[in-house]
């Protein structure tokens, strides 16, 4: 009885927390990003250095090369926009970027869509101006700009009251994990106050378990980690650490290992291949991060393949997952729409390695066809068994059709 007792009062005292974690309740969020965003983002190549010349320069680029029509429509600027505010509590941008309105005007005349970034904290990640207090004013100027995508970063967040590991309170977690929530609600009704349809991206690096809240709180993408950088190594410790957080998204609401590398010029092709292919099984919103004014024919071979952007946005929404690993040879697959099949056989080891895997253990009976996404080949499965050397740091992408 007293064990009894007991266990109703702790479901009691959760559910109690568990109701009053904030939702935002947002009509307009899951009418959002129905298959995971596409687009540029000027963090990875420009940095803090970014002006509005050269986010101009990217949107012709998006054009000239094709990459508007392969699907990549969003051009967000990342953080070092924000100027001062004014007596009024007015944003303003600085002197690098002299008319947003304009820059805006220019983005939709070409069949583009804006991107902008602020966050919930008094100052963003690089110490600029941030919305704390002002969120429903920065909302109202985002939409007056004509902006369609937030990047809402946590970093000067109640900085002092966390733990910058796990971002919990040290006397009360939940408390301050409410906080976080509350602050990312906030902004979420003001954007739909607006009235203007606005992408949100929740970015605050996977803590406390965002995927599990990030449609509450009216999140379109949340970051599940942290920082990506244009190494291998640290790429695939983003990519490969999905593993298991296929369940948290579906149209609407999509996970996000971060922005893409490709093209920045640190890893190889055969790496930059295993980037793309990863994310597409991911689901991963496909947001470059390069200098798209100076790209080589082959980064645009790498973020333009039509079969692999097929499978990042594939209309059933379903996110892949590691279907077996051994040792440094992974295979991760992804249901698609037509009851279609992406399969990835990638090989983490520095010399090239065999990767077999039976159609068996694929779960596929009819017949079907089977094709290497990267160069339209067809593949043979013979007796049953798919089996491919594997470049070094490589991968073999697969679509496997009925
Ligand atoms: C954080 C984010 C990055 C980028 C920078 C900008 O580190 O995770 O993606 O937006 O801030 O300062």
Redesign the pocket.
């Known amino acids: 009885m007293r064990k009894l007792m007991m266990a109703a009062l702790l479901i009691a005292v959760c559910s109690a927390g568990v109701s009053q974690m904030p939702v935002a309740n947002s009509k307009i969020a899951p009418t959002l990003a129905p298959t995971p965003p596409m687009g540029w983002n000027s ?1 990875n190549h420009f940095d803090k250095n970014v002006t509005q010349q050269d986010v101009m320069d990217a949107a012709d680029a998006l054009i000239k090369s094709g990459m508007r029509d392969a699907g990549y429509v969003y051009v967000n600027i ?2 070092t926009w924000e100027g001062d505010r004014d007596a009024s509590g007015m944003l303003h941008s600085n002197a690098k970027f002299p008319d947003m309105k304009a820059l805006g005007d220019y983005l939709h005349a070409h069949g583009l869509k804006f991107g902008i ?1 602020s966050g919930p904290g008094p100052l ?3 110490h600029y101006a941030a919305s704390e207090g002002h969120e429903q004013q920065d909302a109202d100027l985002y939409a007056s700009w004509g902006v369609d995508y937030l ?1 809402y ?1 946590l ?1 000067s967040f109640k900085k002092t009251d966390m733990d910058p590991a796990t971002a919990a309170h040290p006397d009360d977690p939940q408390a301050a994990n409410r906080l976080m929530r509350e602050a990312y609600v906030k902004m979420r009704v003001a954007l739909d106050h607006t009235g203007r349809p606005i992408v949100y991206s929740v ?1 605050q ?1 996977g803590w406390d378990n965002v995927w599990t809240w990030g449609p509450a709180v009216g999140g379109n993408l949340w ?1 599940t980690t ?2 990506i950088n244009d190494t291998y190594a640290r790429m695939t410790e983003l990519g490969f650490g999905q593993a298991g957080l296929a369940k948290f998204a579906g149209p609407g609401h999509w996970n996000d290992p ?2 893409l590398e490709v093209g920045n010029g640190k890893m190889s092709t055969e790496e930059y291949r295993t980037h793309m292919s990863l994310w597409a099984l991911l689901a991963a919103p496909l947001i470059a991060g390069n200098d798209l004014s100076k790209m080589s024919d082959d980064t645009k071979a790498l973020l333009m393949n039509k079969g692999v952007i097929a499978i990042d946005q594939d209309p059933l929404g379903k996110q892949g997952d590691r279907l077996r690993a051994e040792g440094l040879l992974e295979i991760w697959t992804r249901p698609l729409a037509g009851g279609a099949l992406a399969v990835g056989l990638f090989n983490r080891v520095t010399a090239p390695a065999t990767i077999s895997v039976t159609l068996k253990e694929l779960g596929i009976k009819s017949p079907h066809e089977i094709v290497n996404v990267w160069t339209g080949e067809k593949v043979e499965a013979k007796g049953g068994v798919i089996s491919a050397i594997v470049p070094n740091h490589g991968v073999l992408l697969l679509r496997i059709t009925p």
């Open positions: 963090w990342d953080d970034y963003t990640c690089a990047k970063d970093c970015c690096y970051r942290g920082d971060d922005m």
